[in-house]
């Protein structure tokens, strides 16, 4: 009996090395992989910075160029809805479309009369990875609401019929 207690103490003493290493490899791994995320991020963020100041560089040329044969205030209105312009279309560009009557196109979108990738005739059908269009699930069906002068609805009998 007495060797039985000595193996099972070496059991547990190996399963607690054996968890210990296990602990610290993962550890070692996710510090490896969350430097190089961290490099990754700073190098976007001077990317970006440096890009915000050649925007601003661009702008100003731009107005300064328009005030060659404009009064000044007058450049930098047109600069600054240019830039307006801009930045709403790229906004727009960003949004993922919402879901939208399909029987009323739009003015804004030229493909309105057009279903969605993922939807099939305004219904959703859960495969919009085409273009790496996130789809969204399908919406169940709401009975459409009466109208304002009508009486409401009696409540519908029950679906499992009284013996």
């Known amino acids: 009996m007495e060797r039985l207690d000595h193996l099972e103490h070496l059991d547990r003493q190996l399963v607690d090395e054996l968890a210990q290493v296990a602990r610290e490899t993962v550890r070692d791994e996710l510090r490896e992989q969350?430097?190089?995320q961290r490099r990754t991020a700073m190098l976007y963020a001077g990317s970006g910075a440096a890009a915000l100041y050649a925007g601003a560089a661009?702008?100003?040329?731009?107005?300064?160029?328009?005030?060659?044969?404009l009064?000044?205030?007058?450049?930098?209105?047109?600069?600054?809805a240019v830039l307006g312009a801009v930045a709403y279309a790229l906004r727009a560009a960003a949004r993922p479309s919402?879901?939208?009557?399909?029987?009323?196109?739009s003015a804004h979108s030229a493909s309105a009369s057009r279903p969605a990738p993922g939807?099939?005739?305004?219904?959703?059908?859960?495969h919009g990875h085409a273009r790496g269009d996130t789809a969204y699930p399908p919406v169940p069906p709401v009975p459409p609401a009466p109208p304002a002068g009508a009486p409401p609805a009696?409540?519908?009998?029950?679906?499992?019929g009284a013996d």
């Open 154 to 160: 009696p409540p519908a009998p029950p679906a499992g």
């Open 58 to 69: 661009v702008a100003l040329a731009v107005g300064l160029a328009l005030a060659i044969g």
């Open 119 to 126: 939807q099939a005739g305004g219904v959703a059908t859960g």
């Open 34 to 36: 969350t430097r190089r």
């Open 98 to 105: 919402a879901p939208s009557d399909h029987s009323a196109p």
């Open 71 to 80: 009064p000044g205030w007058a450049a930098a209105l047109i600069t600054a």
